[in-house]
C-alpha cells in the first residue's frame, strides 16, 4: 500500500475537499501527517500484520513462518495457532479495558454525586437514574435522587469486581442469547475481572488451547459492551442528559473565522461538557471581545465530540484523521485532550501554529501539551481555566495564516434509543411493522475509525450509501458518523438517496436514513435496541435481519466491540483485516465456526461495494428465516472489487 502524495495527489488519502487543502498545507510547510509516516513505515511488517510473531516474554521475540519455511514454533513451542490467538486476546482486553476504564471514570464521578462532594455535576436524567435501579435491585422508595445516585453508583462498581457471577446489565439480552453465554462459559461477570484473566491466560505458559484462549477473548468483550461501556453510555445520559434528535454542523468549516476556536477531542464527556457550559460564561465571552473576538466556539473531534454533539449540538470538526488537518487551519487558539485515540503528533504539529494542546487526565499525558490535572469535585473551575486559556491565545493567531476551506456541512444527531422510540410513537412496532412487510428489508450497525491505510471515509459512505439505496436502515457512532455526516448523508433530505421503502418511512417520520446514536461507548445503544427487537418479537438477536460493519477500523476498541457484537449475533464485516490471517484454524473459526456457537461470524472485505453484498444476502437469509418476504440471497450480484485493494 502506498500513500504517495504523487499521481493524483491528495485523493488517494481523502474523499474530502477540507483533508485536501489542509494536506496541501502540510506539504506546502513541510508538516508531517498520519499519512506521511504511514509511508515512512513501509513495507510493514508480515508476521505482525498475519499476528504470527511474539514478544510477551524475554525467550523471544519469535515469529512463525505462515509458508512453511522457516520455524513453526516460538521458543516455547508455541505454534501459529497459540500467538494469533494471545495476540487476538490481547487486543481485545486493551480495547475492552479503554473502554471499561472510561466508564469506571464516569461511575465515580456519579458516586461523588451521590456523596453530594462535587459541585459540578448532577442529576440530570432521575427517570433513567430509577429505570437502572430497578435493573440493579436498589430500591428508590422514599430516596432523594442524591441518595439513589449513592446506593447505584455503590452496587455498579461491583460490576468491576470479582463478587458477580453475571453482570446485571447482560440481563437485557433476550434469554436464549444468556443461554448460549453460558453455555459456552462466555457470560460476562466483572468487567476488570475478564480483562485481567485475560492477561493471565495469554502469559507465556498457561491457556495454550487457542479455542479456550478466544472464548475468554468472547467473555472479556463481553464484560466490555454489557458491562463497562454499557455503565459508560448509560450513566453519561443520566449525568448529562438523554440525546434527542438535533441539527448541527460537521468538517472543518465549522472553525469560525473571527471566534475563539476550542477543539474537543478524545472520548469522555465529563470534561467536554463542562467546557460547554464554560464557554458560555458572560466573563469570559466579554474576555473573548476584549481580545478582538466575536464569541467563543467549540468543535469535536472523535468521540469526545460525539458526546457533545449527541447531547448540545456542538458541531464536529472531524474525526480521526482529522486531528492534525483541524490544526493547519491556524483557526485554533486551543485543542483539549482528554484520552483515547488522541495522536502524539498532535503536540508537533500546534508547534507549527498558535495552538495549544491541553491534556486533562493524570493517566494521559502527552509531551509538548500543558497538562492541566482534571479533578471532578471542582470540573466547572477547570474548564472555565481552560477556556481563559484559549480567549488568551486568541491573540497568537496569525490572521494571515487562517484558512478554513469549506462551509460546513448540516448534519443531524441524537438517537439514543429512547429518542428512536419517541420518534416511532413511543413503541418499536412501527419499526417492526416496516420490517415485516419489507419497505425496510433490515438495519446495520455502520461503526468504527478512520485509517490512514484506507483512502478517509471511503469506506464508510460508499457502504452505508449502498445499503440506504437498497432500503436498509444505517445506524451509526463513533468515526463513522462524521463521514456520512460530511457526505451529507444524515439530514431529512438524504431520504431521497434511500430506497422506495426506506425513503417514505423517514419521510414520514422526518429522519434521515442514517441515524446517529453517538459515540464508540454507545455501540452499546445497538445492543440495547437490538435486543429490545428480539425481546419484542420474542426471537434471539441472532435471527434478526442486522448486521454490523467496520469499514476503517484501526483501534484496539474496535477489535473488542466487533467481537462482542458477533457474540451478542450479529454478523460483521471488517474492512481492514485483523491480524489472524497466520492462522487459517482461526480464520476459520472467526468466519464460520462462530455460526454454531454465537449464530453469527466475522467476514473481511475492505472494498464497500462488496461488503453490501454481503449484507445484503445476509439479511435476505436472516428475513427468510423469520418467514417474511425475502429476495434470493444469491440472486443479489457480487461487485468486482473496484474500491478497494483486496
Ligand atoms: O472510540 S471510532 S478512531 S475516535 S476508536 Fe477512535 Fe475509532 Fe474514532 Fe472514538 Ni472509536
Ligand atoms: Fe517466543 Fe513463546 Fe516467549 Fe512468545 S511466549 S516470545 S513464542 S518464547
Known amino acids: 500500500m502506498t500513500t504517495s502524495f504523487s499521481g493524483n495527489g491528495f485523493k488517494r488519502q481523502s474523499i474530502n475537499a477540507d483533508a485536501w487543502a489542509m494536506l496541501e498545507v502540510a506539504r506546502r510547510e513541510g508538516i508531517e501527517t498520519v499519512w506521511d509516516r504511514l509511508e515512512k513505515q513501509q513495507p510493514q511488517c508480515g508476521y505482525c500484520n498475519l499476528g504470527t510473531s511474539c514478544r510477551i516474554c524475554a525467550m523471544g521475540p519469535c515469529r512463525v513462518d505462515p509458508f512453511g519455511d522457516g520455524p513453526q514454533k516460538g521458543v516455547c513451542g508455541a505454534d501459529a495457532d497459540i500467538i494469533v490467538a494471545r495476540n487476538l486476546a490481547r487486543m481485545i482486553a486493551a480495547g475492552a479495558s479503554a473502554h471499561s476504564d472510561h466508564g469506571r471514570d464516569i461511575l465515580e464521578t456519579f458516586h461523588l454525586v451521590g456523596k453530594g462532594e462535587t459541585d459540578t455535576y448532577k442529576v440530570t436524567e432521575p427517570e433513567k437514574m430509577r429505570r437502572l435501579a430497578a435493573e440493579y435491585g436498589v430500591s428508590v422508595e422514599g430516596k432523594t435522587d442524591q441518595e439513589i445516585a449513592a446506593d447505584l453508583s455503590w452496587e455498579m462498581m461491583e460490576d468491576f469486581g470479582m463478587r458477580r457471577e453475571k453482570l446485571p446489565l447482560a440481563g437485557r439480552a433476550p434469554k436464549s442469547r444468556q443461554e448460549i453465554w453460558e453455555k459456552t462459559a462466555t457470560y460476562p461477570r466483572g468487567v476488570d475481572r475478564e480483562n485481567v484473566e485475560a492477561l493471565h491466560r495469554t502469559h507465556m505458559g498457561v491457556d495454550n488451547d487457542w479455542v479456550n484462549i478466544l472464548l475468554h477473548a468472547v467473555r472479556t468483550s463481553l464484560s466490555d459492551g454489557w458491562g463497562g461501556s454499557m455503565i459508560a453510555t448509560e450513566l453519561s445520559d443520566v449525568l448529562f442528559g438523554l440525546p434527542t434528535p438535533k441539527a448541527s454542523t460537521v468538517n472543518l468549516g465549522v472553525l469560525k473565522p473571527n471566534e475563539v476556536n476550542i477543539v474537543l477531542h478524545g472520548h469522555n464527556p465529563m470534561l467536554s461538557e463542562v467546557i460547554v457550559a464554560a464557554s458560555q460564561d458572560p466573563e469570559l465571552l466579554a474576555l473573548a471581545k476584549e ?262 477500523w484501526y483501534s484496539e476498541k474496535a477489535v473488542s466491540i466487533g467481537t462482542y457484537v458477533v457474540a451478542s449475533g450479529i454478523y460483521t464485516v471488517l474492512g481492514t483485516a485483523p491480524p489472524v490471517f497466520g492462522s487459517p484454524n482461526i480464520v476459520k473459526l472467526l468466519t464460520e465456526g462462530l455460526q454454531d456457537v454465537f449464530g453469527a461470524t466475522f467476514a473481511v472485505e475492505p472494498d464497500p461495494n462488496r461488503a453490501a453484498t454481503l449484507i445484503r444476502r445476509h439479511i435476505e437469509r436472516k428475513r427468510a428465516g423469520l418467514g417474511l418476504a425475502a429476495h434470493d440471497p444469491d440472486a443479489i450480484p457480487m461487485p468486482e472489487a473496484e474500491l478497494m485493494p483486496a
Open 291 to 552: 481580545k478582538g473576538a466575536k464569541g467563543i466556539s467549540l468543535a469535536g473531534l472523535c468521540c469526545t465530540g460525539n458526546e457533545v454533539l449527541m447531547r448540545k449540538g456542538i458541531p464536529m470538526v472531524g474525526n480521526h484523521l482529522m486531528q492534525e488537518l483541524c490544526i493547519m487551519t491556524g483557526a485554533v487558539e486551543l485543542m483539549v485532550v482528554d484520552y483515547q485515540c488522541i495522536m502524539p503528533a498532535v503536540t508537533e504539529t500546534a508547534k507549527c501554529f498558535h495552538t495549544k494542546v491541553v491534556s486533562t487526565f493524570d493517566k494521559a499525558k502527552f509531551p509538548g501539551a500543558e497538562h492541566i490535572s482534571f479533578d471532578p469535585h471542582h470540573g466547572m473551575e477547570i474548564g472555565k481555566k481552560i477556556v481563559r486559556m484559549a480567549v488568551e491565545n486568541y491573540a497568537n493567531r496569525v490572521a494571515q495564516r487562517v484558512n478554513i476551506p469549506v462551509n460546513a456541512a448540516p448534519m443531524m444527531a441524537g438517537f439514543s434509543v429512547e429518542a428512536i422510540v419517541q420518534a416511532l410513537g413511543g413503541t418499536p412496532e412501527p419499526l417492526v411493522k416496516a420490517i415485516v412487510d419489507g419497505s425496510i428489508r433490515g438495519a446495520v450497525g455502520v461503526v468504527g475509525c478512520s485509517n490512514p491505510k484506507i483512502k478517509q471515509d471511503l469506506g464508510h459512505t460508499e457502504l452505508t450509501r449502498r445499503l440506504i439505496e437498497n432500503d436498509i436502515l444505517v445506524v451509526v457512532t463513533g468515526c463513522a458518523a462524521v463521514a456520512d455526516g460530511k457526505a451529507g448523508l444524515m439530514v431529512p433530505e438524504a431520504a431521497d438517496q434511500a430506497g422506495p421503502g426506506l425513503s417514505a418511512v423517514c419521510k414520514a417520520l422526518g429522519i434521515p436514513p442514517v441515524l446517529h446514536m453517538g459515540s464508540c461507548v454507545d455501540n452499546t445503544r445497538i445492543l440495547v435496541l437490538a435486543a429490545a427487537l428480539a425481546n419484542h418479537l420474542g426471537v434471539d438477536i441472532s435471527a434478526l435481519p442486522l448486521a454490523g460493519a467496520a469499514p476503517e
